[in-house]
Each structure stands twice: as C-alpha cells, then as structure tokens.
C-alpha cells in the first residue's frame, strides 16, 4: 500500500505557475506509476498528467500539454506537477493517485488516492 499526501495549491493569477507535490509513504514508492488528476465543482475528475516508475516515460492530455510537467523523485517518495500558464479553467481539486498505467485516463483504474490540494486561477 501507498499513502499520497498532496501539497503546494494556492491562489494564483492567470498566467501565473505553481508546484504541486505528492509525497508518498512506503517503501514501494518507486514501482508505482504515478497520475495527476483534478477535478472541478459539478465536473468529473479529469485526468491531467501520468509517469511511469523509473520517470522515464510521462503522458498528457492535449489540455494541458506544453504547460503542465510531471516529474518524480524516488529517493524522496515525491511526484511533482509544475503548472505553468494557468488559466481560470485549471481552477480545480487536484489529486495525486497510485497504481495506474501512467496513460490511464480513467480514475477507475488507479488504486491509491490523496486527499487533494485546491487550486484557483483568478482572472
């Protein structure tokens, strides 16, 4: 098992960046997939960013791709999301998940969940 505990959401202008981070607790950090998903009030929780275990390989939706990075840390148990170019439309709970094939755009088919961090673009 895996406990994910996501950090770094805030307040933030459009066109403006933030960090996000996801710390994980276990030893098996580094044989997980890691995902980015977020989710907005009355909408479904959207897929935003995936990496492979060894952060080899990273995925994206044309949604975000070009402004948003994924990258892990396995000796630090973190998986980090660097947003750039925020716009009002990225305002959401972003949640950190485990376990998926890093291109699974489905939050069915990840395992573990954090709690989520907010994130608000203001215009």
């Known amino acids: 098992q895996v406990q994910l505990v996501e950090s770094g959401g805030g307040l933030v202008q459009a066109g403006g960046s933030l960090r996000l981070s996801c710390a994980a607790s276990?030893?098996?950090?580094?044989?997980?997939?890691m995902g980015w998903f977020r989710q907005a009030p009355g909408k479904e929780r959207e897929f935003v960013a995936g990496?492979?275990?060894?952060?080899?390989?990273?995925y994206y939706p044309d949604s975000v791709k070009g402004r948003f990075t994924i990258s892990r840390d396995n000796a630090k148990n973190t998986v980090y999301l660097q947003m750039n170019s925020l716009k009002p439309e990225d305002t959401a709970v972003y949640y950190c998940?485990?376990?998926?094939?890093?291109?699974?755009?489905?939050?069915?088919?990840?395992?573990?969940w954090g709690q989520g961090t907010q994130v608000t673009v203001s215009s």
């Open positions: 990496i492979g275990w060894s952060g080899g390989s990273t």
């Open positions: 998940a485990a376990g998926g094939r890093y291109y699974n755009e489905v939050p069915k088919g990840w395992n573990y």
């Open positions: 276990g030893r098996t950090f580094s044989s997980y997939n």
